[in-house]
């Protein structure tokens, strides 16, 4: 059985930094593309970023470029975002999803910017 | 930059009714590449529909899809109480997936 599983969510100051993991299992993580994408509350879904099988394709939204960093760990069957300089505006629930085409997804995890 | 349009953004039905859901695309990508999802609250989007018409794995037939190029329909034939929820479009055949607005289906 496919599995994600975000975590690392929590309350941040803006400007300050957290790190989301997406723990995978249930298939050949090494083989899939993945993607985050975000929800803010009561709102539409965005898409965040995605990173390629063997981390050589990477891409960001014009509203996280240059403050949030994608990676993975093929070896450990995990993916991470790296999000710095954190907005208000970045309030969400952060989901990990395989493939552009997401037939699955994690659970979410809740990332707020607030003072 | 392509921007995906869905409407309505409320629908109002009541069960066993027909539910027609549009989704707009400012201009042309691949234009196979649409899926819709389906999400309730509280829970992440389910895939629906992928390849603007292909149903994804255990998706009852009284969803469909239809369309090409800039306008895409997804259509619930028949509205059943656990269908009550919010629908997205989605374009995935770019470097950067883009996703509609939503559609919420409420019970009138």
């Known amino acids: 059985e496919v599995q994600l599983v975000e975590s690392g969510g929590g309350l941040v100051q803006p400007g300050g930094s957290l790190r989301l993991s997406c723990a995978a299992s249930g298939f050949t993580f090494s083989s899939y593309s993945m993607n985050w994408v975000r929800q803010a509350p009561g709102k539409g879904l965005e898409w965040v970023s995605y990173i390629d099988s063997s981390s050589s394709s990477i891409y960001y939204a014009d509203s996280v470029k240059g403050r949030f960093t994608i990676s993975r760990d093929n070896a450990k069957n995990s993916l991470y975002l790296q999000m710095n300089s954190l907005r208000a505006e970045d309030t969400a629930v952060y989901y990990c999803?395989?493939?552009?085409?997401?037939?699955?997804w994690g659970q979410g995890t809740l990332v707020t910017v607030s003072s | 930059e392509i921007v995906l349009t869905q409407s309505p953004g409320t629908l109002s039905l009541s069960p066993g009714e027909r539910a027609t859901l549009s989704c707009r695309a400012s201009q042309t990508g691949n234009s196979n590449h649409l899926a819709w999802y389906q999400q309730k609250p509280g829970q992440a989007p389910r895939l629906l529909i992928y390849d603007a018409s292909r149903r994804a794995t255990g998706i009852p037939d009284r969803f469909s899809g239809s369309g090409s190029g800039t306008d895409f329909t997804l259509t619930i034939s028949r509205l059943e109480p656990e269908d009550f929820a919010v629908y997205y479009c989605?374009?995935?055949?770019?470097?950067?997936?883009?996703f509609g607005g939503g559609t919420k289906v409420e019970i009138k």
């Open positions: 999803a395989r493939n552009r085409l997401a037939m699955y």
């Open positions: 989605q374009q995935y055949g770019r470097a950067l997936p883009l």
